[in-house]
């Protein structure tokens, strides 16, 4: 009975059907009515045949979908695994090209590294041989003030010793005072020259006549006070030192160009040699510190090119670059050529 109930409608229709068939050929056959009896029987027959081909072709069709099923699941089993494995080899080659990659870097930093300490030690061992050469035979009357950074290196140092020594200005003009000024007093007292030192900040222009007192430069150098202010050339204005300071000076031979600092304004120093042309002498020396950086460059190539009788001298030994200003050559060339 409990299995009965698990039986569907269609399946309870076609067991009680079998029951009525085979209550009818019981029937026919213990009433005598073997004809009857046997034409049931062979509907019975007959329909349990039916049945058993229908069920023969539900399980055919159960079993072809069964292997579509199956193939199906192959095909999404063998995609997946060819879309894991190209993933794995483009992670492996991407991983491979990222390692030659930072290999590469790395060995590039090497190189670089090697070379920048290469370069350091290089101009320290100069800086080191200028310093010698700065102390070589120099007895100084106090502390000297420190070299680099802020101030000239050693070696622009010496260079800028050597151009007072051997050409013997009458008169200095620097632009930015500080260690340079100390230098130069001491060497412009043996060769009987003046300087005067601008400075466009108060404090430092202090601590520079401080230390030309402790010195005992003071009769040789002096600084004056120069604070920025507007200057327009060529239609563009610059920050540049009040040309007020400077009003009363002429026949400049040595102008030292070592300031305003950059951090004060775009091509900071550009001004320089279009604003104090005319108070140079006929003929002067221009050192101009810092001259490898690009705004230095840029405002160096353009005075040579726009100021007649000035030219570049050389090779610079350290970040300074020497220049010469014939005023004579400017006007007259062939004068200019006919008196070196
Ligand atoms: C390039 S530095 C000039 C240095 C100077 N020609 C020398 O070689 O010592 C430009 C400016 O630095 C400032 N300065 C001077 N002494 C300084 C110091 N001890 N520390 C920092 N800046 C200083 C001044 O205002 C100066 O105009």
Redesign the pocket.
């Known amino acids: 009975m409990g299995r009965l109930r698990t039986l569907t409608r269609r399946q309870l229709v076609l067991v009680a059907g079998a029951a009525v068939l085979c209550a009818a050929v019981a029937g026919t056959a213990l009433t005598g009515h073997f004809g009857a009896a046997l034409t049931v029987l062979g509907v019975f027959f007959a329909g349990l045949l039916a049945g058993l081909l229908l069920i023969a072709r539900r399980l055919t069709g159960l079993a072809t979908a069964h292997r579509k099923a199956q193939q199906d699941v192959r095909t999404i089993l063998e995609q997946t695994q060819r879309r894991v494995l190209g993933a794995v080899e483009e992670l492996l080659l991407n991983a491979g090209d990222r390692h030659r990659e930072l290999t590469d870097k790395l060995a590039a930093q090497q190189k670089s590294a090697a070379h920048g300490t290469d370069h350091l030690l290089r101009a320290q061992t100069r800086e080191i041989e200028g310093l010698f050469q700065l102390f070589q035979d120099f007895t100084a009357r106090a502390p000297m ?1 420190s070299s680099g950074g ?3 290196n050693p070696t622009d ?1 010496l260079g800028l010793l050597h151009l007072v020594r051997t050409r013997k200005p009458r008169l200095v003009l ?1 632009l ?6 100390v230098w130069m007093a001491y060497v412009l007292q043996q060769t009987g020259g003046k300087l005067v030192s601008l ?3 108060t404090g ?2 202090q ?2 006549r401080e230390a030309l007192e402790q010195h005992g430069l003071t009769d040789v150098a002096e600084v004056r006070d120069a604070p920025l202010r507007p200057v327009v050339l060529d239609g563009r204005t610059f920050p540049w030192y009040d040309v007020d300071a400077c009003a009363d000076l002429t026949d400049v031979d040595l102008l ?1 160009i ?4 950059e951090k004060t304004g775009p091509d900071a120093r550009y001004p320089a040699m279009r604003v104090l042309e005319s108070r140079l002498a006929d003929r002067a020396t221009i050192l101009f ?1 810092d001259a490898n950086r690009a705004a230095e460059q840029a405002a160096l190539l353009k005075w040579v090119e726009t100021i007649e009788g000035l030219t570049q001298e050389g090779e610079a030994l350290g970040r300074h670059a020497v220049l010469s200003y014939d005023r004579l050559r400017s006007r007259n060339p062939a004068c200019s050529t006919a008196s070196r």
């Open positions: 003030p802020f101030a000239l140092l620097e930015g005072s500080g260690t340079s000024t400075d466009h900040e430092y222009a601590k520079t030292v070592d300031g305003p600092p510190d």
